[in-house]
């Protein structure tokens, strides 16, 4: 299993945190964004629901402002993106002018709210926030005998935490981020494992049933803290096992040639 949670991982992480260098200076007042990369940037659905980009360089500090921005960097909404181009279109125009001699980058900011990790596991293996993380909780399985399938039943747990557990900024972000890992969640998810055997596919159609929000304790510090338990229906096609020798399934008696 550890293929499907790391591969859910890794789609959260192009969604919630994707990042890209620009290619060309971008002055003020433009529109258009000319990018490394623009692969990521190119979710339809989500550029609609999650539309917030940052733009950021070397002198970006991360901290608050008192507006919800953040120190030396500017967020905007993305309008559509020419993927082939690699080219991001904006809804308004730039304030600031973004210069390759500063190093200037985008990053996805989901709920106007920059995701500093996704990691597998809980709050003892987060280092920086926010953060967003895939815990596993249960499994059940059932099997088809034909065409060599299973159907699984997996609850997992995506907690959300967000440092600052005093403000009312922490409490916007965990609401926003906690909202747009929940579009996500709810998008119906479709996820190919093929880096372990090349017919190995997973297809889940997923359900948030419940979303509980807190404030917890990480050392001296209060976060915010949600938790969107999650049920996937997962089919696992095993087609792969058919026709070979293996112990795996039993399609061939034992000391037949």
Not at 55 to 82: C, F, P, Q
Not at 102 to 117: M, S
Not at 250 to 256: A, C, D, N
Request: net charge negative.
């Amino acid at each position: 299993m550890y293929s499907l949670y790391r591969s859910i991982k890794d789609r959260m992480e192009r969604y919630l945190r994707a990042s890209t260098l620009l290619t060309q200076n971008a002055a003020a007042g433009s529109q258009i964004l000319h990018v490394e990369d623009a692969k990521y940037f190119g979710f339809e659905g989500l550029n609609k629901y999650c539309p917030h980009i940052i733009l950021m360089d070397s002198r970006t500090t991360g901290e608050r402002t008192e507006d919800g921005g953040y120190s030396g960097a500017e967020l905007i909404k993305v309008e559509n993106v020419d993927i082939s181009g690699n080219t991001i279109y904006l809804q308004t125009p730039l304030k600031n002018d973004w210069l390759l001699s500063r190093t200037a980058e985008i990053a996805r900011a989901p709920g106007e709210v920059i995701v500093n990790d996704v990691v597998i596991g809980d709050l003892q293996v987060v280092q920086k926030f926010p953060t967003v993380c895939v815990n596993p909780t249960s499994k059940s399985m059932q099997w088809y005998t034909m065409p060599g399938s299973t159907n699984e039943k997996c609850n997992i747990e995506f907690l959300v935490y967000v440092a600052g557990g005093g403000t009312e900024q922490a409490t916007t972000d965990l609401l926003k981020l906690t909202d747009a890992v929940e579009w996500i969640l709810m998008s119906n998810l479709h996820i190919q494992v093929s880096e372990e055997i090349s017919q190995y596919a997973v297809t889940s159609a997923a359900l948030v049933d419940n979303i509980s929000y807190g404030v917890i304790q990480k050392g001296s510090e209060f976060l915010k803290a949600s938790k969107l338990s999650w049920t996937g229906n997962v089919t696992m096609l095993r087609d792969y096992l058919l026709g070979n020798r293996t112990s795996l399934y039993p399609g061939e008696i034992e000391g037949q040639p």
